[in-house]
């Protein structure tokens, strides 16, 4: 009887030990998770205050740290961030952010719609999206990689004057981004990109792309916080670009854009599907079809391995031996 008894006792007191192990444990955690919670609040709030100085405006509205217990994340109401040297504005809605506290660096969040930009070389723009959601792993300068997917998205000219609609559409758009040595590497997929309502110009179908382009030293433009378009130069290795219902177009070559807005690049263009591409060319800029099916003509005499150039100089464009225009200053 005693050994029985004395066994039992043993046996509660090493449950009861454990059980108050759990509960410290639990406890410690919890602990852990609202000190790391208050420090990223603070840290935030504090980039927040930097980034507002010497009349720039940075805001999380209601900012606060979500996510116990195995998550940690940042949400606010809004956000804004305006830069008074460069011209730069970015005003949007809801902001939830989420990273595995296991992984902190790997940051994933989600953005609500309508934002509007400034940005110097581009009109205003207003955007609305289905929905858009972007993942980044950060280092301590640029992030290693980041990647933005949008849904549904619209994009108009965000002017008291203009006319209400889209002024550009897209059934999905994807950025990526990797910094590659002192430049940065730019992928973008999209599909079904179409002129909104309000776009003057050419009735184009639907346009599917994938392109991967590399910014000349843009770490050290990203670093500077010289994100506008002025004064840089690309390299695009890959541009295929493809209309619904036919026709394919294939771009490669360096791209800059001076401090005055205007292009100059030298592009090598590629054609699949000649003559659909031909036909949409020609519907879409009918005072130009002579002249389109001269150039198929020519196409289909080079074989399908050939190439005509795309020159643009000062915003000037000539494509093979037609002079498709002037590009304004961006």
């Not at 454990?18 to 509960?23: C, K, N, R």
């Not at 719609?113 to 972007?134: C, D, H, T, Y």
């Not at 854009?257 to 090598?268: C, H, S, W, Y």
Request: contains cysteine; aromatic residues 6%.
């Amino acid at each position: 009887m005693t050994s029985s008894h004395t066994g039992s006792t043993g046996t509660a007191r090493r449950f009861i030990w454990l059980a108050a192990a759990i509960v410290a444990a639990i406890a410690l955690y919890s602990t852990g998770w609202y000190f790391a919670a208050r420090s990223l609040t603070a840290e935030t709030n504090a980039v927040l205050q930097r980034l507002s100085s010497n009349g720039d405006r940075a805001s999380c509205e209601n900012l606060e740290a979500r996510g116990y217990p195995f998550r940690i994340g940042l949400f606010c109401d809004s956000i804004f961030l305006e830069r008074r040297m460069d011209g730069f504005a970015l005003q949007a809605g809801a902001l939830r952010s989420a990273a595995q506290i296991y992984a902190p660096r790997q940051i994933i969040a989600e953005l609500e719609s309508p934002a509007r930009i400034n940005a110097p070389g581009l009109l205003p723009l207003k955007l609305n999206w289905e929905a858009v959601r972007a993942s980044a792993r950060l280092t301590t300068k640029l992030p290693e990689r980041a990647s933005l997917v949008a849904t549904r998205l619209y994009i108009d000219i965000d002017e008291p004057n203009e006319a209400d609609g889209e002024f550009l559409r897209a059934r999905e758009l994807q950025l990526h981004f990797r910094p590659a040595e002192r430049d940065i590497e730019l992928g973008l997929r999209f599909s079904g990109a179409e002129a909104g309502d309000t776009l003057p110009g050419p009735d184009l179908p639907p346009l599917s792309g994938i392109a991967d382009i590399a910014i000349d030293n843009g770490v050290d433009r990203f670093a500077r916080g010289a994100i506008g378009l002025l004064g840089s130069s690309y390299v695009i290795k890959r541009l295929d670009l493809a209309f619904e219902g036919g026709g394919t177009v294939n771009v490669s070559g360096p791209v800059a854009i001076g401090e005055d807005g205007l292009i100059d690049a030298t592009l090598e263009i590629h054609t699949g599907e000649t003559i659909r591409l031909m036909e949409v060319l020609a519907a879409a800029y009918p005072h130009l079809s002579s002249q389109l099916a001269a150039l198929s003509a020519g196409l289909a005499a080079l074989g399908p391995d050939q190439s005509l150039p795309l020159r643009i100089r000062k915003g000037v464009a000539i494509f093979g031996f037609i002079e498709l225009g002037r590009i304004p200053p961006l």
